[in-house]
């Protein structure tokens, strides 16, 4: 059987399509007919050629096979070091092999490369950054996922993220007047306490516009709260766009390069629409590599720039502590041994790191804040990175890959993990779950509220 | 044969690679996209260079990127053999005479017992990279065929060159084997992963301009990724 009723080339693009994908419980018949699933051998090659240039060409190429990168790999550690875990046998045993066979490859390769694509590699990068010759396998896997993507072989829950992107232009079924309505009665909940607090929607010409992760409209409103909070404490002229407010991109996890244009051109439209000085995303790590990294090029700008500058909210956090908008009251700052989690997309794939040291500086006691080994860009990937978390049927090996971090975690005494970035909270959520190390974990924004001196015209009349 | 290998042969080897080799580098760079790698090369020439030769530099110096801080063995092993496949080849007494001979001027020399010391070096240190490729798991899996042909070519010119220097049997025939081996490694350049020899600066190059670009060097990193 060609094409399956749950698994196939098509993308999805409606709600209705998204809710009959949603219906197949676990997407246990979504695999089972992804075993019959049919590989376009033509578009396949045909893609490569198109696609597959001198850069990754040559990568292939020209790899040693020195095995350099083995150990610059998590998953290869915490797997018992088999040698299938070498990233650059792990690419050249899935791309490579695709291009040396020009595409004529089966179903069953297709869904080894897509268990390689998906729970094998998190895209962090780091390996790339310990080969002699340069060569980035995170990024090879990226295309790879493309490729995979195209031809049906991508995990359920992906394919559902690429399509609620398609649907709703978010990651989660929530639709415009959703996340205004979450915005305006969160920001009504904490009003007693911070009076004059508002959420001003669409506001033209603006300082600052607001982009968040769809999962906090749905799951966590209190951090649209809390960010209304800081920036109204720090007296920033801000704005969210009612439409056009969705960093993040499943669709990029998912290899989906079409919905990562749509999506990262509604971000870019709000920003034409509303021409704000600059636009700050929320505390998220793949949101901001996919708005503000890679969504330039996807949007197809030339100068890889987003319309607005763009910057994380540890930069802006940063830069409002450091200048002074927001201040610490000394006595609340962090007096417990605290390390800090880095995340792969904005730390080692945008050069962020000062940004957050900053910020332990300002929020942190001297003395209290370890560091993880090794940290910055060479840390480790939190072990649920690039769609890995979310992905059911590869679950068992997103558990052993938090194991590294556990293991950072554990080594550094530390009780409390900051995490700026809405996987890596994820992650580490999970492995306090699966491996119970007695730690807790947090973003910045409700720690900073806690320790903030309230200037008194910010505070409510007795 | 003595001069047909360091005549019409060396002529065809020394063209070829150098052809080859220009050919392949001019191409890699066209084959660059803004757009398919996602870097504005372009747009942005200084940040770039600045990270295309930091890229560079920091890794063709021994211990100069944790990369080889983190695996000392290797990059003893690897140091040693490229020290000797790149200086002896060029810098060697004899082969200073020989360039002279046929295009006038040469470079300058390492002593005799310099270039033993390299030669020596170049093959212990290679034979080290062959068996680790052998005995360790994680690069015996990527090991195929080829790899250990191509390890076995860059060694042969200096096992032949010992060969012939310390006149082991008939220097005639050993020192035609080494000329020939040689000419072997020069024809293979452009078209075999040994293509390295210049593709290591364009792919380092690369790198460091998508980094020095758009993934930090603009936010103030200095790293040499």
Redesign the interface.
């Known amino acids: 059987m060609p094409q399956g009723i749950y698994c196939n080339r098509q993308t999805i693009n409606t709600p209705d399509e998204v809710n009959k994908l949603l219906s197949d419980t676990s997407g246990n018949n979504y695999y089972q007919e992804m075993k019959d699933l049919d590989v376009d051998r033509d578009l396949l090659w045909k893609t490569i050629e198109k696609?597959c240039?001198?850069?990754m060409?040559?990568?292939l190429?020209?790899?040693?096979?020195?095995?350099?990168c083995?150990?610059?790999c998590f998953l290869?550690e915490v797997n018992g070091?088999v040698?299938?875990q070498?990233p650059?046998?792990k690419i050249?045993s899935t791309l490579g092999e695709i291009i040396k066979k020009k595409g004529n490859v089966d179903n069953a390769f297709m869904r080894r490369a897509m268990k390689v694509a998906w729970a094998e590699c998190t895209c962090c990068n780091r390996c790339?950054?310990?080969?002699?010759?340069?060569?980035?396998t995170g990024i090879m896997f990226g295309y790879l996922r493309g490729l995979l993507y195209q031809q049906g072989f991508v995990p359920w829950e992906l394919k559902i993220g690429a399509g609620m992107h398609r649907a709703y232009r978010a990651q989660m079924d929530v639709t415009d007047e959703d996340f205004v309505e979450t915005f305006e009665w969160m920001v009504e909940e904490y009003e007693d306490d911070f009076p004059g607090l508002t959420v001003p929607v669409d506001v033209e010409g603006a300082d600052i516009m607001y982009t968040v992760n769809a999962r906090e409209v749905k799951h966590y409103p209190e951090d649209l709260a809390e960010a209304a909070i800081l920036f109204h404490l720090a007296g920033e002229n801000w704005t969210v766009p009612s439409k056009g407010w969705e960093q993040t991109s499943l669709a990029m996890f998912a290899g989906d390069w079409a919905a990562c244009k749509m999506q990262v051109e509604s971000v870019y439209d709000a920003m034409e629409r509303l021409k704000p000085r600059r636009m700050v995303g929320t505390e998220c790590g793949h949101a901001h590599r996919a708005t503000v990294?890679?969504g330039p090029?996807?949007a197809?700008r030339?100068?890889?720039l987003s319309p607005a500058p763009a910057i994380h909210y540890v930069e802006w956090l940063a830069e409002a502590l450091n200048t002074g908008k927001l201040k610490v009251d000394p006595e609340k700052r962090i007096k417990e041994p605290v390390t800090l989690q880095d995340s792969c997309n904005y730390i080692?794939?945008?050069?962020?790191?000062?940004a957050t040291r900053d910020i332990m500086s300002h929020i942190v006691a001297p003395g209290y804040f370890i560091e993880m080994a090794p940290n910055k860009?060479?840390n480790y990937c939190c072990g649920g990175g690039g769609g890995f978390n979310g992905i059911g049927k590869f679950r068992k090996e997103r558990n052993i890959a938090l194991i590294k971090k556990r293991d950072q975690i554990i080594d550094t005494g530390a009780k409390l993990v900051i995490a700026p970035c809405h996987n890596c909270w994820d992650a580490i959520r999970d492995l306090e779950e699966e491996y119970e190390i007695g730690i807790r974990w947090s973003f910045l924004k409700p720690l900073l509220i806690e320790m903030l001196i309230i200037p008194d015209h910010f505070k409510p009349e007795e | 044969m003595h001069d047909f290998l360091t005549g019409p042969l060396f002529w065809i080897a020394l063209f070829v690679c150098l052809v080859g080799s220009l050919t392949r580098f001019v191409?890699?760079?066209?084959?660059?996209?803004?757009?398919?790698?996602?870097?504005?090369y372009t747009?942005?020439p200084q940040a770039g260079a600045k990270g295309a030769f930091r890229?560079i530099y920091k890794?063709l110096i021994p211990f100069g990127?944790?990369?080889?801080q983190?695996?000392p063995f290797?990059t003893l092993g690897?140091f040693g053999f490229h020290l000797g496949v790149i200086l002896v080849p060029l810098f060697l007494t004899g082969h200073a005479l020989f360039m002279e001979s046929k295009v006038g001027f040469h470079f300058f020399t390492l002593s005799v017992g310099l270039g033993d010391f390299l030669s020596w070096t170049a093959v212990v240190a290679g034979t080290f990279l062959l068996i680790r490729?052998l005995v360790?798991?994680?690069?015996?899996?990527?090991?195929?065929w080829n790899?250990i042909f191509i390890l076995l070519i860059s060694i042969a010119p200096f096992v032949t060159g010992l060969l012939a220097r310390y006149q082991v049997g008939d220097y005639g025939f050993w020192l035609n084997m080494h000329i020939l081996s040689g000419e072997v490694v020069l024809l293979a350049i452009p078209f075999t992963?040994l293509?390295?020899v210049f593709?290591?600066f364009?792919?380092?190059a690369?790198?460091?301009m998508?980094y020095g670009?758009?993934?930090?060097?603009?936010?103030?990193?200095k790293?040499a990724?």
């Open positions: 696609t240039k001198s850069r060409r040559t990568w190429e020209i790899c040693a096979h020195c095995g350099m083995a150990d610059s290869y070091r040698p299938e070498v650059a046998y050249q790339g950054m310990y080969c002699p010759h340069g060569i980035d990294i890679e090029y996807w197809g030339k100068n890889g080692r794939n945008h050069g962020l790191k000062k860009e060479h | 191409l890699y760079f066209k084959g660059l996209s803004w757009q398919l790698d996602r870097v504005a747009t942005y890229s890794w990127t944790r990369g080889w983190t695996q290797i690897f490729r360790l798991p994680e690069v015996r899996i990527l090991t195929t790899d992963k293509s390295h593709l290591f364009a792919s380092r690369q790198l460091g998508d670009i758009k993934r930090g060097g603009m936010k103030g990193t790293m990724w």
